[in-house]
């Protein structure tokens, strides 16, 4: 009888040693809820999450999971909107969700989900790393940005001081002015003076006001969202009558999704920005895979920094799943909550190893956008 035993079982420890996984069972429900676009005017959020979410399927199929997915999307900026996609989400009683990208939006869900995994493929606030162990974001704390774009600036301009305009109702701007301006100022023979607006005021703002501490040659930080900052961008750049530089961070957005650069002033300007994600971040470990499964499904290279995120956001969570799948505390736990608690699990190792170890700064003008370099987190 032994002898009948030891073939089949061969053949099993074969197959496992040569990468193929057997599929565990049911199906992995991922809800994902995020604005329909990404701000106001941009382009619609919908081609690239459902990039990310087919590409996330079939890793998570090669990996031996079921995985079912949909989406949740709402008007940016209207609470009820926003209320009326999570009811829904709720109701669908999904395994783990991918949440919004904004700060602001994230935060809201922090009282309507209880022992279930919540990330963000982008959420940089501060309280956001406050929130429970349910909750993660993909990306460092707007802290670890501001202190390494900071630095990067001290470096690349070092005679000039900082003029900082900044969105009052943007709890991810002001967090990245806040850390940005802590840092900077640390050098005592750097200044820097910091003014606050309403972003649907940009348009029709009082720009001699706006600008009325500011000194010749400061170069003028803009960490707002893209269309509040293209435009400021272009009415400061005309106000001045001169070539301009500005600073803004990963709430510019990429050219093909932000205004940034589109909006024509009478001289030139040229900003530079930080952002997490990048696909000329080649320390990045999950871009190989990224890009592997998008060639496979579109024979081309892809192009967008957002669907890559969020594609790493399910991959994650699946790796982390299938990770601890079979761990002894987790095996009676129904889906839902061992997800999360494998998750957790995972991150009790290394809660940064999701994150990029690099940021990328890009520049951009008038012509478009171009990666500038990749500079280390600094933690």
């Known amino acids: 009888m032994k002898s009948f035993l030891f073939i089949p079982c061969l053949f ?13 069972p049911g199906v992995v429900k991922v809800g994902v809820i995020n604005a329909s676009h990404y701000q106001p005017y941009s382009k619609s959020n919908s081609k690239p999450y459902n990039v990310a979410m087919l590409l996330g399927k079939s890793y998570a199929l090669d990996k031996g999971i079921k995985t079912q997915y949909k989406f949740f999307y709402y008007d940016v900026g209207s609470l009820s909107s926003f ?13 783990f969700v991918i949440g919004p990208n904004s700060s602001n939006d994230f935060l809201l869900l922090k009282n309507h989900f209880k022992n279930m995994l919540i990330v ?19 990306v460092y704390p707007a802290k670890n940005a501001a202190e390494t774009f900071a630095t990067f600036c001290a470096t690349k301009f070092p005679n000039q001081g900082v003029y ?17 301006a802590d840092f900077f100022s640390k050098d005592k023979k750097k200044k820097i003076v910091t003014k606050y607006f309403i972003y649907d005021n940009a348009k029709n703002i009082d720009i001699k006001r706006l600008l009325s501490d ?35 961070s990963d709430f510019w957005g990429s050219w093909n999704k932000s205004e940034v650069g589109k ?16 696909l000329d971040n080649t320390a990045n470990r999950d871009l190989k895979t990224y890009v592997k499964y998008f060639k496979d499904r579109y024979s081309s290279l ?20 299938v990770k601890y799948y079979s761990n002894e505390d987790l095996k009676n ?3 839902r909550e061992k997800i999360l608690r494998a998750f957790i699990l995972s991150n009790s190792v290394n809660k940064d190893q999701y994150r990029p170890k690099n940021y990328s700064i890009f520049k951009v003008t008038q012509g478009g956008e171009k990666f500038y370099r990749s500079v280390p987190v600094i933690r």
Not at 83 to 95: E, F, G, I, P, V
Not at 215 to 241: C, E, H, V
């Open 164 to 180: 900082s305009i900044v969105e009052a109702d943007c709890k991810s701007c002001l967090d990245f002015s806040k850390y940005f």
């Open 83 to 95: 209320y009326t996609a999570l009811k829904k989400l709720k109701a669908w009683r999904a395994d």
């Open 333 to 335: 736990l129904k889906t």
């Open 263 to 278: 909006i024509a002033a009478k001289s030139p300007y040229v900003g530079y920005y930080i952002v997490p994600w990048s």
């Open 12 to 24: 099993l420890m074969t197959l496992c040693f040569s990468g193929v996984l057997f599929a565990l």
């Open 214 to 248: 500011y000194r010749d040659g400061d170069i003028i930080l803009l960490p707002n969202r893209s269309l509040s900052s293209a435009t400021l961008m272009a009415k400061i750049t005309d106000y001045l009558g001169r070539p301009m530089v500005f600073l803004g």
């Open 120 to 138: 963000s493929p982008y959420a940089s606030s501060s309280a956001v790393g406050k929130l429970s162990k349910d909750y993660y974001s993909f």
């Open 302 to 321: 892809p192009e967008d920094r957002l669907t890559f995120s969020v594609f790493v956001s399910f991959i994650s969570v699946i790796n982390a799943y």
